[in-house]
């Protein structure tokens, strides 16, 4: 199966500012998703990205907030924008490849101060 | 509207005991349903998955039994484990590329 290395692992951020959460996954893969795990909650689909076409976002999201980059089949980036104290959660890529199922980087710890 | 209901949202259990977890979904093109593990401040682990062909899946002490008439599955953890103590999310999806939706979690404590 697939092996995902996101980074950062964690961050503490001013509010107003942006974070760049990135994944790259040692091989090539359609489809990459994006969640969120707010604290002692689920995880949350912020958006599905596809390479070479602008990501799509789930209810409650909009790409305003949350920009997604898919430059590549191995690479993907999500920013967390203009940050307030809501928005710190994990962020979570996540990749599926046929047979071997989901698999999940180890998350980003993102608190906003 | 919640794809996915996971009960109970906590459970504690005896050590040696059985943990059993439910899930019941409602979109009937779901056709994937793992469970996955998560310790606190790691990201979740596929644990056991299952596909509506079969009606259970064992793998060591962990179990998912799928009703699909019911449109439920549940994970059985036998001889539990304090090791074991963790939040468990069921989750389901669709063929093909498609996302997974998850249940609310579970938080199980295992106690010796």
């Known amino acids: 199966s697939a092996v995902i290395s996101q980074k950062p692992s964690r961050d503490i951020c001013q509010r107003g500012t942006s974070l760049t959460i990135q994944c790259q996954v040692d091989?090539?893969?359609?489809?990459m998703f994006w969640y969120r795990q707010q604290p002692g909650q689920s995880l949350t689909l912020i958006a599905t990205a596809n390479q070479g076409s602008e990501a799509t976002y789930e209810s409650g999201f909009v790409i305003d907030k949350f920009p997604i980059s898919r430059p590549n089949l191995t690479f993907s980036t999500l920013t967390v924008s203009n940050m307030s104290p809501e928005d710190s959660s994990i962020y979570l890529c996540?990749?599926?490849?046929?047979?071997?199922?989901?698999?999940f980087g180890s998350g980003t710890r993102l608190t906003v101060v | 509207q919640q794809q996915v209901k996971q009960s109970p949202q906590s459970l504690i259990v005896q050590k040696g005991g059985i943990s059993i977890i439910n899930c019941a979904y409602e979109?009937?093109?779901?056709?994937?349903f793992p469970w996955y593990q998560q310790f606190p401040g790691k990201g979740p682990a596929l644990l056991i998955a299952?596909?509506?062909?079969?009606s259970e899946k064992k793998e060591g002490r962990f179990t998912i039994s799928f009703n699909k008439s019911a449109k439920q599955f549940s994970l059985h953890i036998m001889d539990s484990q304090p090791g074991d103590s963790a939040t468990y999310f069921c989750?389901?999806?669709?063929?093909?590329?498609?996302?997974?939706?998850f249940g609310k979690g579970t938080r199980l404590s295992v106690i010796a």
């Open positions: 989750a389901a999806s669709g063929s093909g590329n498609t996302p997974l939706v």
């Open positions: 996540s990749v599926v490849q046929g047979s071997y199922g989901y698999t």
């Open positions: 979109n009937t093109a779901f056709d994937y």
């Open positions: 091989s090539q893969v359609t489809m």
């Open positions: 299952i596909r509506p062909d079969v």
